[in-house]
């Protein structure tokens, strides 16, 4: 055989219609130019390769001329076999054909086709008086093949991947161009979720659609506000006279500024929920919970010392009594 496309795809020649999709996906992925940024014109010929045994082998019609006779049916259009027999034609030979060792001889093209067409070579697949030009439209004919998904990762801000938005990505194509994509980013898409834009893929071959583009989204970390499946989680810097007596403070949310309660006597760790404010998705709404924390002065009066010095110096209840090893 001038190519060995049962080995080109790692496939025994038993080997399914379904399992010959399955191992051409697998290693079209593998050596895409793409993927193999490191050598992408070593991955490019290995590529080209893949594609040229799927495109016989996932023939039904092909593969059985290949089967036969070691070539593919391009190659038995070009009039000399180079497989394990070898034919000729205007020999001279007896309608019908004859056989000589290795080697057919035939009038004609069409008595070849004749010959192969009762049933001798593949398996009757043809008409007894199909024509040659018939007979290679038909072996030439091609089944729609579905472009292969092409998976891309995409990092998005903390904010878009709460609030939504679009934003711009680069594709590097197989033939080595780049386009850009414009993907819309739903709200409230989590780290690790994937985008399906259908069509935007490797282009399909013989009328086949185009696969799919499957982006997987990362999300940034934001410098305060941390998700937890629908909630967000913020501390929220007070001072100690707005922890003591209590405060209404103004802070940042997806749904802009809200107004939150300071109870009096507040602690440091002390979480207040916002309702409302968190991730909101066609199923769920979360809610903010902020969590307070106590920021000293760095610099005291020695007035402010002395009354600190006073209002602590006999606490009225113990802080530590629950603090224990075991």
Same mark, same amino acid.
Not at 294 to 313: F, G, H, R, V
């Given at each position: 055989?001038n190519?060995?496309?049962?080995?080109?795809?790692?496939?025994?020649?038993?080997?399914?219609?379904?399992?010959?999709?399955?191992?051409?996906?697998?290693?079209?992925?593998?050596?895409h130019?793409?993927?193999?940024?490191?050598?992408?014109?070593?991955?490019?010929?290995?590529?080209?390769?893949?594609?040229?045994?799927?495109?016989?082998?996932?023939?039904?019609?092909?593969?059985?001329?290949?089967?036969?006779?070691?070539?593919?049916?391009?190659?038995?259009?070009?009039?000399?076999?180079?497989?394990?027999?070898?034919?000729?034609?205007?020999?001279?030979?007896?309608?019908?054909?004859?056989?000589?060792?290795?080697?057919?001889?035939?009038?004609?093209?069409?008595?070849?086709?004749?010959?192969?067409?009762?049933?001798?070579?593949?398996?009757?697949?043809?008409?007894n008086?199909q024509?040659?030009d018939?007979?290679?439209?038909?072996g030439?004919s091609?089944?729609?093949?579905?472009?292969?998904?092409?998976?891309?990762?995409?990092?998005?801000?903390?904010?878009?991947?709460?609030?939504?938005?679009?934003?711009?990505?680069?594709?590097r194509?197989?033939?080595?161009?780049?386009?850009?994509v414009?993907?819309?980013?739903?709200?409230?898409?989590?780290?690790?979720?994937?985008?399906?834009?259908?069509?935007?893929?490797?282009?399909?071959?013989?009328?086949?659609?185009?696969?799919?583009?499957?982006?997987?989204?990362?999300?940034?970390?934001?410098?305060?506000?941390? +998700?937890?499946?629908?909630?967000?989680?913020?501390?929220?810097?007070?001072?100690?006279?707005?922890?003591?007596f209590?405060a209404?403070?103004?802070?940042p949310?997806p749904?802009?500024?809200?107004?939150?309660?300071?109870?009096p006597?507040?602690?440091?760790?002390?979480?207040? +929920?916002?309702?409302?404010?968190?991730?909101?998705?066609?199923?769920?709404?979360?809610?903010?919970?902020?969590?307070?924390?106590?920021?000293?002065?760095?610099?005291?009066?020695?007035?402010?010392?002395?009354?600190?010095?006073?209002?602590?110096?006999?606490?009225?209840?113990?802080?530590?009594?629950?603090?224990?090893?075991?």
């Amino acid at each position: 055989m001038n190519n060995d496309y049962y080995k080109t795809l790692e496939i025994p020649k038993t080997a399914t219609q379904e399992e010959i999709q399955k191992a051409y996906r697998k290693l079209a992925r593998k050596h895409h130019p793409d993927m193999n940024q490191n050598d992408p014109n070593g991955a490019k010929e290995k590529f080209q390769k893949i594609q040229e045994a799927f495109d016989i082998l996932g023939n039904p019609e092909k593969r059985k001329i290949y089967d036969q006779f070691g070539v593919s049916p391009d190659q038995m259009g070009s009039g000399g076999g180079q497989g394990p027999f070898q034919w000729s034609f205007g020999g001279g030979s007896p309608s019908g054909g004859a056989f000589h060792g290795n080697h057919f001889s035939f009038e004609n093209l069409d008595d070849l086709i004749k010959m192969f067409g009762s049933g001798g070579g593949l398996g009757g697949g043809f008409r007894n008086n199909q024509t040659s030009d018939e007979f290679f439209n038909a072996g030439s004919s091609r089944r729609p093949i579905r472009g292969s998904d092409l998976e891309r990762d995409l990092l998005i801000p903390f904010v878009m991947s709460i609030e939504g938005g679009k934003i711009d990505m680069k594709i590097r194509r197989p033939t080595g161009h780049s386009e850009t994509v414009t993907v819309t980013i739903p709200a409230g898409i989590s780290n690790g979720k994937k985008i399906r834009l259908s069509g935007l893929g490797n282009p399909g071959q013989y009328g086949g659609k185009a696969g799919n583009l499957l982006i997987t989204v990362s999300v940034e970390e934001h410098p305060f506000f941390k +998700r937890k499946d629908q909630h967000l989680y913020v501390k929220i810097p007070v001072t100690l006279k707005e922890a003591v007596f209590g405060a209404k403070i103004d802070i940042p949310t997806p749904k802009g500024k809200v107004t939150l309660t300071i109870p009096p006597g507040s602690s440091s760790d002390t979480k207040l +929920r916002v309702r409302g404010c968190g991730i909101v998705t066609k199923e769920e709404i979360g809610d903010l919970f902020a969590e307070l924390s106590i920021i000293l002065p760095k610099k005291w009066t020695p007035a402010e010392k002395e009354l600190l010095q006073k209002i602590t110096s006999e606490p009225a209840e113990p802080v530590r009594n629950e603090l224990h090893w075991n």
